[in-house]
């Protein structure tokens, strides 16, 4: 297919279920393809291909199950979210983690639930979410919950304005594309006279002119906030439709928290769905 798909994970889950089913939506929204993928959780030392005349044989063989009819409900989820998509399914054989964020190559976009069908399935965000979320090729999509009607809103969060320009592209394509409103917040902790916010709010504007250009048809918004940049970014995930995040690394010498804790704190508490879109 000429464009890329859409790659969606799942466990079975109602959380995953609920992920594939935006994913399939998107896809549809974009003329793409989605491959939904699933992997099983093996507990350490167990292979899935242990004899079948043993216990672990048995577990293992009862794991691979749960993962294929989980698989096969994903499908027919997606199906039923995006009628006349075109659906791809594949097993994946190595550790969930891993097996998922290497899916992403070459797609569009990998889209993951925020919690699992495991053992840990009541912590907030699992770990392969939170490992794809980190090391994936492509943007990441965490999905929690969905609101039940569109906002038409896309949120982005901007921490160094010299190394956004893949999420700005990404916030505003996704803008375009929902024929959305556009929010760019800015946030930072620390003594902050109100001259400085004044002057930060001025060079965030002249260098929003050549996105504005761009994309002349997208309404932008630009929020400058004194505050923990996640707090900020969980509130205006309750009136977004999808908040987009960078992934990079910080400088070491900028007071504040770091942009990994910032990503995981947003991912741990957003209202709804929240892309990680690595640096180019």
């Not at 659906?87 to 097996?99: F, N, S």
């Not at 994309?215 to 400058?224: A, F, I, L, R, S």
Request: negative net charge; charged residues 15%; glycine residues 10%.
């Amino acid at each position: 297919m000429s464009v890329k798909p859409i790659v969606a994970a799942t466990d079975g889950s109602e959380h995953s279920l609920q992920a594939v089913e935006w994913a399939a939506k998107e896809a549809v929204l974009r003329g793409a393809g989605l491959r939904i993928v699933a992997a099983a959780e093996m507990p350490p030392r167990m292979a899935a291909a242990g004899s079948s005349g043993s216990s672990l044989g048995g577990v293992a063989d009862v794991l691979t199950r749960t993962r294929d009819q989980g698989l096969q409900a994903a499908a027919a989820r997606a199906a039923a979210a995006g009628p006349g998509l075109l659906i791809d399914t594949d097993v994946l054989e190595a550790a969930p983690a891993q097996a998922v964020t290497d899916s992403g190559s070459g797609a569009l976009m990998l889209v993951i639930g925020s919690r699992g069908a495991g053992a840990f399935t009541a912590l907030v965000f699992g770990s392969v979410s939170r490992y794809a979320a980190s090391h994936a090729p492509c943007p990441v999509v965490v999905v929690r919950d969905v609101p039940p009607s569109p906002h038409q809103h896309v949120g982005v969060g901007l921490g160094d304005v010299d190394r956004s320009a893949g999420t700005l592209t990404f916030a505003f394509e996704e803008a375009a594309l929902r024929n959305a409103s556009l929010t760019i917040m800015h946030a930072w902790e620390g003594p902050s006279p109100h001259e400085v916010d004044e002057e930060t709010a001025r060079q965030l504007g002249a260098f929003l002119e050549s996105w504005r250009s761009k994309y002349p048809d997208v309404t932008v918004t630009q929020d400058v906030v004194h505050g923990h940049p996640a707090r900020a970014l969980v509130g205006l995930s309750a009136r977004a439709d999808l908040v987009v995040i960078g992934r990079h690394t910080g400088h070491p010498d900028r007071p504040g928290p770091g942009p990994g804790a910032v990503r995981h704190a947003v991912l741990n508490h957003a209202h709804g769905p929240v892309v990680v879109v690595p640096a180019t």
